[in-house]
């Protein structure tokens, strides 16, 4: 600011010290021309009053003097004198003025000086005897008085020269007039001077403040503000400049308000995209990201950071970068043992007709449930062959050694066949399952639901594992609360999860084992009902994943005891097509529980 201030005094005072220069030197021509005329009419006059003098003296003189040669010639100088003396003695002449008489050889007859006996019969060096008047100007040497000179020589009737009138004047009363009005001009001068340039400083003010505004409100304006307008003071050229100003800067608010709003448009798109969104510059310094972004990354980003920084992966996209590339970062997720799969799109940004890039995008997202499920689509076709295929190998392999000759050794044939009934048994089993699957997937199975007793379902559940616990020592009990509702449910299908829960619950109790199956009602109204065991649980590591298909922990361990894998995933469907949920808890080596709910069954169904 202040730099403009100096800059604005500095345009002011060239203006005024350029305008007093001007006035100074008109001002001196000025007087030194009244100084030179004033001085040469002075003089004039000066030199018309000696010359009044002398002719006064003239026609007495030359009565006097020629008298006196035609009388006689042999008249000598004092005798003339005397005649000249009494003529100037009349004469009433100022102190500072002496007049002399001379004759025709520059001889003193008379003077009006108080020296006169000294002066009387010497010779006049200053006056210059020729036939006409003369005025020169001489100097005393010692006082440094000067003395304008006139001399004017008297002539007979005859027309010879008898005698030279010599006047001698100071100058300096003319010196003193001519130095006070010199000292007046001066006067005036100054003052012309002080008025004038007292003008021209506010002929400067108006000239600059209006540009010192201008530019101060330039400056403030580049700080960002544009709502700002100058005092149009005139229709001028500055005046102009006040309103191109004042034009420009509404104009680029206009323009900046506009910019703001698209700006903010493309910030709440990207804000609200639900990927993850880092634009960098052309040399990878970040410049926009969302809230996704950070989400996804689980890290604050900063605006300038570097996208290298920022992004977890060993092999960065090298800038600039000419097509779009596609990698995946897998990055450790707190909560989860699993990583979160994010996939990452660089897309170059080149401007039209640009060959290099301007800007990078750069778009994350979390995959990690499509690479989950890509994975056990994968997973479920690999199982499904090598289900299959275990149990069509055994079989080959029994008929390969009954056709070698075990048909002839009954008892080997016998058991022979069993166990190759027992594998296709398994593969018909296997195969329903997968029908049950596909058909649950492809939602083509029919749920008749209706409302049912629970307690009634339960008990026969029961009824049907008791046997088997009796045969294995598990001691199996039944937990239902009162006043349990109706549930509204397909029987059929919440009879088999229940009967997949009961026979993994004995499958993997070992004897002596306890298991509990029991009901009740949860806050939010659904029934829940859990089938606990004491058996050999389940390590935490596999609990997540245990509803997946074919998902077993011991692979051989269930296959030997007729599992496929694919109970509680069927359970798992069942129980999401009653919109209730499924869940598992497991402690290893100690016990499994396995919880789901059912809907409640309204008052109007159950009529
Ligand atoms: N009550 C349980 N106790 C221990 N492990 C269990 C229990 N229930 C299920 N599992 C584990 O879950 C796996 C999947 O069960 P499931 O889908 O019913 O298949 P399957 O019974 O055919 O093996 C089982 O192989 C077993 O490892
Ligand atoms: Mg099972």
Not at 13 to 36: E, Y
Not at 162 to 191: D, F, G, H, N, R
Not at 273 to 289: L, Y
Not at 300 to 306: A, E
């Amino acid at each position: 600011m202040s730099k403009v201030h100096q800059y604005m005094s500095r345009l002011q005072w060239k203006l005024v010290v350029i305008f007093l220069l001007l006035t100074i030197a008109s001002v001196q021509l000025i007087g030194v021309f009244i100084i030179r005329i004033l001085e040469e009419r002075y003089n004039d006059d000066f030199i018309k009053d000696l010359e009044i003098q002398a002719q006064s003296i003239e026609v007495p003189l030359q009565t006097i003097l020629s008298n006196n040669h035609a009388k006689d010639d042999n008249r000598t100088v004092t005798e003339e004198s005397k005649e000249v003396d009494a003529l100037l003695k009349k004469l009433t002449i100022s102190k500072d003025m002496q007049i002399q008489v001379l004759n025709e050889n520059g001889i003193v007859l008379g003077t009006t000086s108080s020296s006169k006996n000294q002066i009387i019969g010497t010779k006049n060096v200053y006056a210059n005897l020729y036939n006409t008047s003369s005025k020169t100007i001489r100097r005393d040497p010692n006082t440094n008085v000067d003395y304008q000179i006139y001399t004017r020589p008297i002539k007979n009737h005859n027309g010879d020269l008898i005698a030279v009138v010599y006047i001698e004047a100071s100058l300096q009363p003319v010196y003193t007039k001519i130095s006070i009005i010199t000292k007046q001009l001066i006067a005036i001068a100054a003052l012309v001077l002080v008025s004038s340039a007292f003008l021209i400083v506010l002929l400067a003010r108006t000239i600059t403040s209006p540009l010192e505004e201008i530019t101060k409100k330039t400056t403030e304006m580049a700080t960002g503000n544009f709502d700002i307008q100058v005092k149009v003071y005139s229709q001028d050229e500055i005046g102009k400049l006040a309103t191109a100003f004042n034009n420009l800067s509404s104009d680029l608010q206009k323009a900046l308000s506009q910019k703001e709003e698209e700006k903010e448009k493309l910030e709440s798109v990207v804000a609200n995209m639900s990927d993850g969104v880092i634009a960098t510059d052309r040399n990878g310094q970040i410049i926009v990201k969302n809230r996704w972004a950070e989400k996804i990354l689980n890290r604050p980003i900063q605006l300038g950071d570097s996208i290298e920084k920022v992004l977890p992966i060993s092999d960065p996209p090298l800038l600039p970068l000419n097509t779009k590339r596609q990698t995946f970062l897998a990055l450790d997720s707190e909560d989860n043992e699993e990583n979160t799969i994010v996939k990452v799109t660089f897309t170059p940004i080149k401007p039209q007709g640009q060959e290099e890039m301007v800007s990078l995008i750069t778009i994350l997202q979390d995959v990690t449930e499509e690479e989950k499920l890509d994975r056990q689509r994968k997973d479920f076709v690999a199982n499904v062959s090598h289900e299959l295929r275990t149990p069509l190998t055994t079989i080959k392999s029994y008929l390969e050694s009954l056709e070698d000759g075990a048909i002839h050794e009954p008892e080997l044939a016998m058991r022979f066949l069993k166990v190759a009934r027992q594998e296709s048994d398994r593969m018909t089993r296997l195969i329903h399952d997968l029908l049950q699957l596909s058909r649950l997937d492809a939602k083509q199975t029919r749920f008749i639901k209706k409302a049912i007793t629970l307690s009634t379902m339960l008990e026969d559940v029961v009824d049907r594992f008791s046997m088997q616990c009796k045969q294995k020592k598990i001691d199996l009990s039944l937990q239902i609360s009162s006043h349990l509702p109706h549930v509204y449910v397909d029987r059929d299908k919440i009879d088999q999860v229940l009967d997949n829960l009961l026979s993994n619950a004995v499958k993997f109790t070992p004897e002596g084992g306890k298991i509990v199956v029991s009901a009740k009602r949860q806050k939010n109204g659904m029934v829940k009902v859990s089938v606990a065991d004491t058996g050999i649980g389940i390590p935490k590591k596999d609990l997540s994943r245990i509803f997946e298909r074919f998902y077993r922990v011991d692979k051989a361990r269930s296959r030997s005891m007729g599992g496929t894998g694919l109970g509680l995933a069927i359970a798992q469907e069942i129980v999401r097509y009653h919109e209730g949920e499924i869940w598992i808890t497991s402690e290893y080596q100690k016990g499994t529980k396995v919880s789901f709910t059912l809907p409640p069954c309204e008052p109007e169904v159950t009529g």
